[in-house]
């Protein structure tokens, strides 16, 4: 019997070797791409919510020994209650300013029906009913009387109130009106003319549009001087966000950004006011950030976008991460896969929050003394094991990329446990985004660039009087009622914090 020929065992075996290869590579494109399926999936049409009970039940089949874990509680099949049994809702008292009016019902009977007695007042019961008054309009007619002296030709006439639009007819309640309705509430322009026009009012969109852009030409000293506050804190949280953008003569829309500088302290026992600053951009290059925080002197939280990385490089700026990132990063991987070794990083990072959850709102000297003895230690075992972990998973993996991106950025991550003013995650700013992206649903694009730098401004001073706990209707109103009028050089009076010196944040009184 012939022997196998050596070289064509040898070739064959290559051939083996080299399918084996190819067949690797297709599965880890394959889950790679299942990754990113699901986590788009989950994007459009999946719960936003993050939490471990959402995640489903974990896989416990691990090679080591995971974190306990909080299991979500068990659904029953069978109802606590009988279905007939009503809800109980614990309603809360109407407001005390809320107007009120009586309406008393007295019986129909003038006298006992059964004796023919007369009735004598004994108690009443009283309930009350929320009612709605629809919004209404009111026109303010000026009247300036002329006033002739007798004795000589003198003419005196009052001056003629000021307008936040010269020679327009728009009240400060009224622009306050569209303004929060556009930026707060989210309902476009063309959407609020429909509104109007049930009132009987025409109010074009091109009108409303026309007004919006004379308060930002009205405010922008007022939004100049919530920026120098927000960039003359020792530490601003940073973020952006797309917002789609007409391009003239493109036929198409192009992504332009708005970007986020939060000045909120309060989580380190803080008494200064919070503010956010926001600016547009045509799009996201590096420079952009780099021109709004050429001022800015101290500590930047926000995510691993390379256009930071200039200003951390000059040393003037300390970066800080943000383990939200991180930690949403390993939940995709988990939603994807049902990963373990993603559901014992997801847990290791619920370890450090439930730290974080007790020293919120202590000063920065106890904060930085209680992470070093409570969560730094967690770091240093975190940081061990997962290096241990990308040892043993193929490197093209998608929870690869999660745990490397920790690893790469942990220097940034683990700042905050040795420095009480940082706080472990970039929230802050990510809150401040918020109203943008429910917004952006609504309109769907802004119209020119300059309706991008509208936006900008009127979100900074709607997020500014939100975070201080003032209705930013009433802001405006107070503020377009008297900034036409107002000293330029005592431009920070109008501030919401020093316009409302005594309204304290709910985050304050509990402080």
């Not at 039940?57 to 009988?82: C, M, N, R, V």
């Not at 476009?188 to 074009?204: E, F, V």
């Not at 940034?412 to 917004?439: K, M, S």
Request: hydrophobic residues 40%.
């Amino acid at each position: 019997m012939p022997k196998p020929d050596q070289s064509s065992t040898s070739q064959a075996s290559c051939e083996v070797d080299k399918l084996r290869q190819q067949v690797e590579r297709l599965l880890e494109e394959n889950a790679r791409l299942k990754l990113l399926v699901a986590k788009y999936r989950r994007l459009h049409f999946g719960q936003k919510s993050e939490t471990l009970a959402q995640l489903g039940q974990l896989d416990l089949g691990l090679a080591f020994e995971p974190l306990p874990l909080t299991p979500a509680s068990p659904i029953s099949s069978a109802p606590d209650k009988p279905a007939d049994t009503p809800r109980i809702r614990n309603r809360k008292p109407f407001p005390e300013t809320a107007p009120r009016e009586t309406v008393t019902h007295m019986p129909t009977a003038e006298c006992c029906p059964d004796c023919g007695g007369q009735f004598t007042h004994l108690g009443e019961d009283v309930s009350e009913m929320l009612e709605y008054v629809p919004a209404s309009f009111k026109v303010i007619r000026h009247v300036r009387p002329k006033l002739a002296c007798t004795r000589c030709d003198h003419i005196a006439q009052a001056a003629a109130p000021a307008r936040p639009i010269p020679r327009g007819f728009a009240g400060p309640a009224l622009l306050a009106h569209v303004l929060v309705g556009k930026f707060c509430d989210h309902l476009p322009l063309y959407r609020q003319s429909a509104i109007y026009a049930r009132s009987g009012l025409d109010l074009d969109r091109a009108l409303l549009a026309e007004w919006v852009g004379h308060c930002h030409d009205l405010l922008s000293p007022l939004v100049d001087a919530i920026r120098r506050y927000v960039l003359g804190g020792s530490k601003v949280h940073a973020d952006d966000t797309p917002l789609p953008v007409l391009a003239p003569g493109k036929g198409r829309t192009k992504t332009a950004r708005l970007w986020t500088y939060v000045r909120d302290d309060r989580p380190a026992g803080s008494g200064d006011p919070p503010a956010v600053w926001f600016a547009y951009s045509e799009d996201r290059k590096g420079q952009h950030p780099r021109d709004h925080l050429k001022s800015f002197r101290g500590i930047l939280q926000a995510d691993a976008y390379s256009g930071f990385d200039a200003l951390y490089e000059i040393g003037k700026i300390q970066e800080a991460a943000c383990w939200a990132h991180v930690r949403r990063k390993f939940v995709d991987v988990y939603r994807a896969q049902a990963s373990p070794i993603a559901a014992e990083a997801i847990a290791q990072i619920a370890e450090l929050y439930a730290v974080e959850s007790q020293i919120r709102g202590r000063s920065p000297g106890e904060r930085q003394v209680i992470r070093q003895v409570q969560a730094y230690p967690l770091l240093k075992i975190m940081h061990a094991w997962l290096d241990a972990q990308r040892q043993r998973i193929s490197r093209k993996s998608g929870l690869a990329d999660a745990i490397s991106y920790a690893l790469n950025h942990w220097s940034a991550l683990i700042r905050y446990a040795a420095d009480g003013r940082i706080e472990i995650d970039n929230n802050a700013a990510e809150r401040a985004l918020r109203g943008v992206a429910l917004g952006r649903k609504n309109y769907l694009f802004g119209g020119s660039d300059v309706g991008g730098e509208r936006a900008a401004s009127m979100y900074c001073l709607i997020g500014s009087a939100k975070l201080n706990g003032i209705d930013p209707e009433a802001y405006l109103r107070t503020v377009l009622t008297r900034i036409a009028e107002h000293p330029i050089n005592r431009i920070h009076e109008l501030l919401p914090w020093n316009l409302y010196p005594d309204h304290a944040t709910v985050e304050q009184k509990a402080a």
